[in-house]
């Protein structure tokens, strides 16, 4: 019998990192958690300590320190606080699988501290690849780390490469739903509700990425993700709404075959998949029939309408800081969305005037990306009056 892989979540109280954790406590004899962090949920970070007994705890906010620990005194967990205390404790704690399950560009600095510390990593959090692309696959490439994707598209076609060679892959597919508003014209969308927004046909996820799907952002960034995972130039990557989201992505190679990965919606999937790899483990997730799912259909996306993904396509092939720039942008303003204090029309207004402010840097070292993270912030704040 194998000894139990230890694993790290980043974000465990979260969509991906509560599933993940659904996915060891089926295979207890394959998975062992010993790192789990959060940032302000610490109710839930302490009963999943209690429940699985990790060595460390983090929590970001640091006014909860005290309530943490003093709810695993005696248990023989040790608990940090704060935003350092996260990098530091991913880089000394033994596990070898790191899942990154942080939202957003809080998820940067811990992958770095994981690279550098030798420690493979299942990547949910894509704004790391976004905005420092470059830096990070290198990085990988330098401390001999692989990067395992575990968004269900970029985890298709992972699947999809298995066995093949990079230099004959001639486009890769991106699936997407098309989120809540498919279909909609640009003067529907001046018209709907935050509570519309976040409720997606087909997943179930945390806000923020629920929004990136309703404006199609998510699809952008994604975009973006697979140029750095696959080493594929913009102009390859194809993007296709497939409304049922039962195909996660394709892959067409030179000789004009494709590809695909299939399955239902379940994020535990690639979860359990990226955590296991490579081997594959039984579940008792439902399976997909075709007879189910009789018609599979397939749309082009509408850039008209949803322009956050001309915004993510001239970013990527801007280069620089550009795609920094884009996600800094897009992370404040769905934030002012969700506060309700942007209308869902003028997100990706918000988004093209904030980039016009922030200097471009072609090569930018992890100094320039947070200072363009912080700019492209600030940007939105003052873009948002003139977008209400």
Not at 378 to 386: D, G, L, Q
Request: proline share 4%.
């Amino acid at each position: 019998m194998k000894t139990p892989k230890k694993i790290a979540i980043l974000g465990s109280t979260g969509s991906i990192g509560t599933q993940a954790l659904e996915v060891i406590r089926s295979h207890r004899d394959r998975f062992s958690p010993v790192l789990l962090t959060a940032h302000s949920n610490v109710d839930l970070l302490i009963e999943q300590s209690l429940e699985f007994q990790p060595e460390m705890v983090v929590i970001g906010q640091e006014s909860q320190y005290s309530t943490l620990k003093e709810a695993l005194s005696g248990t023989g967990i040790q608990v940090l606080a704060g935003q350092r205390a996260l990098s530091e404790a991913v880089a000394c704690c033994d596990a070898t699988f790191v899942l990154t399950a942080l939202v957003g560009f809080a998820g940067l600095e811990p992958t770095i501290s994981a690279l550098k510390a030798g420690k493979d990593i299942g990547l949910a959090n894509k704004e790391t690849l976004v905005v420092a692309g470059a830096m990070i696959t290198e990085m990988a490439t330098k401390y001999g780390c692989r990067i395992i994707p575990v968004d269900s598209e970029h985890s298709a076609i992972f699947q999809c490469l298995i066995g093949e060679e990079e230099e004959i892959i001639e486009k890769i597919i991106l699936t997407a739903s098309g989120g809540p508003f498919r279909g909609f014209s640009l003067e529907q969308l001046k018209s709907v509700s935050r509570e519309q927004a976040l409720k997606h046909p087909n997943w179930s996820m945390g806000a923020k990425i629920t929004i990136d799907s309703a404006t199609m952002m998510n699809k952008g960034l994604e975009v973006i993700e697979a140029r750095w995972l696959f080493g594929i130039e913009a102009d390859n990557i194809e993007i296709v709404v497939h409304p049922q989201s039962i195909v996660h992505s394709l892959v067409q190679f030179k000789d004009g075959s494709i590809k695909a990965q299939l399955g239902l919606p379940d994020m535990k999937l690639p979860i359990q998949y990226a955590m296991a790899y490579p081997d594959r483990v039984e579940n008792s997730f439902p399976r997909f029939s075709f007879l189910q799912y009789p018609n599979l259909t397939f749309e082009q996306p509408d850039f008209q309408v949803f322009k956050t993904l001309e915004l993510a396509y001239s970013a990527l092939k801007m280069g620089g800081n550009a795609s920094c720039s884009l996600n800094g942008a897009n992370e404040a303003v769905v934030d002012l969305f969700l506060k309700d204090k942007v209308h869902f029309s003028n997100i990706s207004n918000c988004i093209e005037e904030a980039m016009t402010k922030v200097d471009f840097h072609p090569e930018p070292g992890i100094e320039e990306l947070v200072e363009t993270d912080r700019l492209a912030r600030i940007a939105v704040s003052e873009a948002s009056k003139f977008f209400i």
